[in-house]
Nanobody, 116 residues
Framework: QVQLVESGGGLVQPGGSLRLSCAAS????????MSWYRQAPGKERELVAT????????HYVDSMKGRFTISRDNAKNTVYLQMNSLKPDDTAVYYC?????????WGKGTLVTVSS
């Protein structure tokens, strides 16, 4: 079955960096676009970034542009999210996502806490 396993979260100081990873299995990874979402305490889940199946195009929410970079390694079935210049407002659970028009798949998330 489809599995998405996020890792790399943790506690980081404002201005710091983290790289999240999402290991995928159970489907042909190289055929699917992948996305990162996040959900802050008390808020709705929101899109962070998306990357096409071949990695050729990316999309970012405006507030993350220039600070976050999504990438993928189709040989390793892994998608990454490099996060720089982190702010306390970036504190959230970050989720990996993929799917089709009919079904969405989600990982369990990894917690990122930005605090001094």
């Amino acid at each position: 079955q489809v599995q998405l396993v996020e890792s790399g979260g943790g506690l980081v100081q404002p201005g710091g960096s983290l790289r999240l990873s999402c290991a995928a299995s159970g489907f042909r990874f190289s055929n699917y676009a992948m996305s990162w979402y996040r959900q802050a305490p008390g808020k709705e889940r929101e899109l962070v970034a998306t990357i096409t199946a071949d990695g050729g195009r990316t999309h970012y929410v405006d507030s993350m542009k220039g600070r976050f970079t999504i990438s993928r390694d189709n040989a390793k079935n892994t998608v990454y999210l490099q996060m720089n210049s982190l702010k306390p407002d970036d504190t959230a659970v970050y989720y990996c996502n993929t799917g089709t028009s009919f079904v969405d798949y989600w990982g369990k998330g990894t917690l990122v806490t930005v605090s001094s």
